[in-house]
């Protein structure tokens, strides 16, 4: 009889996939822009600042008695110019800001923001944020906003992607080499395929690193392709090939002269680079003793352990202990058999 | 305010004109909202079932729009009596053509303009692009004439559908359920993802869901559209509706087709049953959705 077909959406679709909807989710809104009154925005007190110009001195005038008189008034006439273009077009890269209560704290853009009063305004486009961002949430922003614009080099993506990676360990307390793709893909929102390319790329040498920096490696795939490649006579000529424009499919053709290699070639411990390595099979858990009542079963059809039979025919079938117990035993027995 | 649906996803043949077509004439015949059509697409073959279509003298195998009915040669010197949507993009005025089914109104296609603004890769030049649909339909000239916008869109995830997306209250994705419509609808999702993250509470951009459409019964599609419902927060986006492959729905698209559309057929056929009820839940949670909003506003 002919095989059963079963159709199946891909793994790798299927994660990105969920990804994707869950990014939206996650990080919906976090680039919005709105118009909010220049009244409502305070400087963050745990920021440093560079200048000593308040806003209040824009609004009420600065004082002749202040201390700092020559110097604000010197920051004042230096804004004239930014605050000429606020006048006609207004600004054109948003300030960024968080809520604190019915205020919002300001994050970057404090020139812009002077500048706009400067210009008579009262609103400004703002990003804002729910709350104060880390160091983390500022790069992760930056990422965002980068993966849309197209003209970024796959070397501006990857030192993005870096300062991220490096946030977020600190973050999380953990190094980088502890962050698996599936970390990155959550992170970013991308699939985990993509998350694996980028992984594959950052960890890469250096000789493939600076044909990326100087632009002469574009695309993220050909290079995490090439990244994977052990054999560096087979790695430099796909790294030549690929520089002569050479299409991803080309590109795999040359990568497998290096799985044929290996295969040969009395083979060196391999670097472990994607993933844990794993070391054993997890059975897993059931909450149903009628489950592990047919694995049992099915596995004692087999003709190398009829004789283990007997010790199951009295078994309590309603207490879980003694189940896992006697199929420990069973897991045992059967790697002593070596089946 | 005026709700505005994209049909879209980057893959062909999945049924975004259909899907636009069906949509527009529900709101228009059926629940008879004041409804403007969109035809985003190079192809222009949303606006062909509307209005007549020309071949470009000056572009061979491009269409445009035919002379508007509204223009007269004596009184306009600065038109030339062809409006398209693509007009926004070159700074020209746009103006609607009516359709043989009262409050359905049309801004067509032209297929040079259209791909030329598809064609943009200056970044400068491409934000415009992306964000000039959304800038015409924000004007209270459109907004205050219209219920509802329906946008047709190409085969692409290029400027025109992403100036499409940014404009859209609403997202549909018709898909198949087959290999390469699933890869499609990753694309869409992406889209989406992205435009989500620049929207506001108050002006949210809603994805209505994934529509199953050509669906037959076979193994194949049966197991897709499970495989899809299956999926951790996927599945809230597949449409509790799904559209069979049917001749009719082909049919009823010949020029001396009658009746013309769909819902001019009997109340009881069943290809307008199934159609009426998929755009029933998308025009429910279209409306349903602006409602609580309005609500907690308040
Ligand atoms: N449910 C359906 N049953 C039968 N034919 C359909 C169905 N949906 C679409 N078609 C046909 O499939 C073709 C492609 O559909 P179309 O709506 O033009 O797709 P798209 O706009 O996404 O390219 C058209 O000829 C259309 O009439
Ligand atoms: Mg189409």
New interface residues.
Partial sequence: MAKKKVFQISNALTEGLEETVSAAHNYSGELRVEAISLKKIELDPENPRDMALTFEDLTQGIDKADPDYQRKIEERTSLQTLANSVREQGIINPIMVYKQGDKYRLIAGERRTLASILAGKTEVQAKILDSKPDELKISLLQWMENVERKDLSLWERLMNLEKILSSYATHKKVTLQDITPTDIGRLLGCSLPHAMNFTAVLQADATLKSHIRVNKIKNLEKAALIAGIQSDDVKQSAIEACMEGATLKKLKSISTQDKAKKTLAVSPALPITRGRQMTLVNLGTTKKIPVARLIIDSVLQHEKVTHLRKHFSDLNWADYKAINHAFKQLLLTLEKLEV | MTKIIVNATHKGGEGKTTNSIMLAEYCALVKKYKTLIIDMDPQANFSGRYIQMEYDPAYRGGKIPAIHPDYESNVDSEWDGRSSIANIFYGEEVVPYPTSIPNLELLPAHSHKLQEAEAV?K?EV?EKVHLQLKRFLELPDVRDSYDIIIIDTPPSKGPLTIAAVKAASHIVIPAQMEQFS??G??GM??L???E??????NN?ID?IGILPNQVRDI??HK??LE??KM????S??VMPRVIKKRAIYTEILVEDANPKSIFELPPHNVARLEYESACQYIMERVFSHGKEKSISNQ
């Fill in positions: 890769t970044n491409l699933i890869e609808i990753y999702l992406q989406w993802k992205q989500s993250y620049y929207r506001t509470k949210p994805l193994k194949l197991q897709f495989g899809l999926m951790k927060g996927v809230d986006y």
